[in-house]
């Protein structure tokens, strides 16, 4: 399995920068050494400590710790990300260092939402951003509606895949990890690991796609 273009771009400088394939930087690219200019998205914030107290989630660390391709993961990465963790509902919002602020009228109509119940599943791995590990979001539907299409509907947005990106790896796999990998991922696939009730999220603003370099602009409390 080989890292792909974008992620090259986008991550790999990010966790192995002296990798032979990672690119630095292009001529008129958004991405420079995998930082960008500060971006703000509207996020559902992922609670880690609850996460790590998941038995599926250990489990899935442990097998994940243990496979061939363990030691091609950026553990350290995975690390700092904890505080972090989130599924993007609408990006760029707005893109610089300056000021934003949140139309109040749809401000108010967010708060007023009740807090969303969401079930993660995983493991995922898709077809763009090749080498990131993700876990999926999947939302309550409330009289018939996806909840977190209905937030995203209150800022002009709309997707059906929520994606907590996790892991990241430092190197591409040869056959026998690959293989080892999309045996995980499909015993994985559609497995529970975390439900938990959403009360919050977050205006975050980012300067890597990993939110290294990143900070909570504003939380945004449900039902209030």
């Not at 079930?119 to 999926?136: D, H, M």
Request: with cysteine; net charge negative.
């Amino acid at each position: 399995m080989r890292l792909d273009e974008s992620y090259r771009l986008a991550h790999l400088p990010l966790v192995a920068p002296q990798h032979p394939d990672a690119i630095p930087r292009r001529e008129g690219a958004f991405y420079d050494g995998g930082r960008h200019p500060r971006a703000l998205s509207l996020v559902l914030p992922i609670p880690a400590e609850a996460l790590s107290r998941s038995p599926a989630y250990r489990e899935l660390d442990a097998e994940l710790r243990a496979a061939p391709f363990a030691a091609k993961i950026a553990w350290e990465i995975v690390a700092r990300r904890r505080p972090l963790l989130h599924a993007t509902l609408c990006g760029s919002l707005s893109l610089g260092e300056g000021p934003f602020e949140l139309d109040p009228v749809r401000h108010r109509e967010l708060s007023r939402l009740d807090p969303i119940e969401i079930e993660l599943r995983g493991l995922f791995s898709g077809n763009i951003n090749v080498g990131r590990l993700y876990a999926r979001a999947y939302p309550e539907r409330r009289a018939g509606a996806n909840m977190l299409q209905r937030v995203q509907s209150l800022l002009g947005r709309r997707t059906d895949l929520y994606l907590v990106g996790i892991w990241n790896l430092t190197d591409h796999l040869d056959p026998p990890e690959a293989d080892a990998l999309r045996e995980l991922i499909e015993r994985w696939w559609d497995r529970p690991i975390l439900r938990f009730q959403a009360d919050r999220l977050w205006l975050l603003g980012a300067r890597d796609d990993l939110v290294l370099d990143s900070d909570i602009a504003e939380v945004i409390e449900l039902g209030g």
